[in-house]
């Protein structure tokens, strides 16, 4: 029996684990985000006239792009695994994990900031009992499990049921830099009203718990047909980007869930 050369053997395990590297740093730039929401919590601010208020930090804006960052990897850690013929169990059920604190666990502390953004514009707002900030945590929850269904589902092979939790992930992440860099006024009272928020964290949870079919980038046969909607999705996400800074973000979101239904119906 012929041996198997050490070298060759140590080359396969080292490409194996590749992907697993990628998904490791998913979950690293995905810490890095829960530091930066965490750190330092609202900020104290004088305006022109000499009053204080209450201002998320800035560092949201760190989070927002390291959940970018971790988004981008999560994307790699796939595509990497299919080019290396090494797709494994573990590396699936270590995906999911990775996802859960960048996707969910993050986005989840952005909107316990912004809760308490919203009540610090009341009088004792900041004394508030932490009850109306626990809706927060539903995100997270509903993320685990769409993720725990995904990882059981055989059928989910060329399509998604319901909203997938990187999506969902960077739809939330995108507000600290709306809120920072919009130039329109009614938007910044949306983001201090609790009430969006809570609509918020109703709508996209159960968006992501559902069944309702969603695109993927997923194609067993590359038509027409098939692309068509990804055409779209990135004209309009294009267009928005040039005419609506960060705003395109939710725009775009939108659009996915609008084309998603509209293509499955057809």
């Known amino acids: 029996m012929q041996k198997i050369n050490p070298s060759l053997t140590g080359l396969f395990v080292l490409m194996k684990h590749i992907p697993n590297i990628f998904t490791l740093s ?15 919590g609202l900020t104290e601010l004088t305006d022109e006239q000499g009053q204080v208020f209450l201002a998320l930090p800035e560092q949201m804006a760190w989070a927002s792009l390291f959940v970018g960052i971790a988004a981008v990897i999560d994307f790699l850690d796939g595509f990497v ?56 945590f539903i995100f997270p929850c509903a993320g685990a499990y769409r993720l725990a269904r995904f990882n059981i589902d055989t059928q989910q092979t060329h399509g998604f049921k319901g909203v997938p939790i990187p999506a969902a992930g960077i739809l939330i992440a995108a507000f600290p830099l709306i809120q920072l860099y919009t130039p329109y006024t009614w938007v ?8 969006f928020w809570y609509a918020v964290v109703a709508t996209i949870s159960a968006l992501m718990v559902s069944t ?29 980007g040039w005419l609506l800074g960060w705003l395109s973000v939710p725009v775009t979101f939108v659009v996915y869930i609008i084309l998603s239904l509209f293509h499955q119906s057809t």
Not at 188 to 195: D, G, I, K, Y
């Open 212 to 240: 309702l079919p969603m695109l993927a980038l997923k194609f067993k046969q590359p038509s027409w047909r098939t692309l068509w909607p990804f055409i779209v999705l990135v004209v309009v996400a294009v267009l928005a």
């Open 188 to 195: 910044q009272q949306l983001l201090a009203n609790h009430w």
């Open 81 to 136: 695994a299919r080019l290396l013929k090494v797709p494994s169990e573990m590396g699936k059920q270590l995906d999911s994990l990775a996802d859960v604190v960048s996707f969910g666990v993050v986005p989840g502390m952005m909107i316990f900031q912004f809760l308490r953004y919203s009540f610090a514009q009341q009088p004792e707002g900041l004394s508030i009992n932490y009850l109306w900030l626990l809706p927060a």
């Open 26 to 40: 998913n979950l690293l730039f995905g810490c890095l985000a829960l530091v930066a929401v965490l750190m330092p």
